[in-house]
Structures are given as C-alpha cells and as structure tokens.
C-alpha cells in the first residue's frame, strides 16, 4: 500500500519560513516523482513544485521560485519543501503526491496516483 503523510504546517508571519515533509511508506522514492501542491480558500488546487527520482530536477511554480526549495532524503524516503520568505498569498493546504515516473515535470495534478492527507499553512500578521 502506498501511503503519503505531510507534517510540518502552522502559522507563521509574513516573511518567516516553513519547512513541511512529505514521508513515504509501501514504496520507495527511488522510483517515485513527488510533487507539492496547494488549495488556498475559494482557489483551485495548484502545483507548487516537484522533484524526480531519476536525477533529482527540480520544477517550481514562478510564484515560489527564489523562495521554496524542494529536496528529498531517499535514505528516510521523505521529501521536504523549505518556504522562506512566506507571504499571506502562500496560505493553504499543502498536499504532496506521487507519481510513477522518471520525470516530474509535464505532470498535472489529476496524474498523481497517491496523496497525502495535507497540512495546513497559515501566513498572517
């Protein structure tokens, strides 16, 4: 069974950081493309960034990049998404999910397989 859990969310002020984890179980991250992907209220649900098993490229949304790094630990097959810089517009649920595939990019969210269940980030004064 393959199972995602995300942990790390909460509240933070504008222009603090976040790092939220993605741990996975019932299949390995060697073989897995991993995406990050948020729903702030009233929005549609929309890709954040994305990492690939085979050499480890990066994708992120042009409203993160500069400010999120995505990166995964294979030995503790978790993937992490380190927010600095956090503004009111990053608050949402994040979500990660996997797809079976040696490539991340090109991938839209009805693709992935698996989700996790998300964690909430809020970002308020």
């Known amino acids: 069974q393959l199972q995602l859990v995300e942990s790390g969310g909460g509240l933070v002020q504008p222009g603090g950081s976040l790092r939220v984890s993605c741990a996975a179980s019932g299949f390995s991250l060697d073989y897995y493309a991993i995406g990050w992907f948020r729903q702030a209220p009233g929005k549609e649900r929309e890709g954040v960034s994305c990492i690939s098993p085979s050499d480890g490229s990066t994708f992120y949304a042009d409203s993160v990049k500069g400010r999120f790094t995505i990166s995964r630990d294979n030995a503790k097959n978790t993937v992490y998404l380190q927010m600095n810089s956090l503004k009111p517009e990053d608050t949402g649920v994040y979500y990660c999910?996997?797809?079976?595939?040696?490539?991340?990019?090109?991938?839209?969210?009805?693709?992935?397989?698996?989700w996790g269940q998300g964690t909430q980030v809020t970002v308020s004064s």
């Open positions: 999910a996997a797809i079976f595939d040696d490539r991340c990019s090109g991938h839209g969210s009805d693709q992935y397989d698996t």
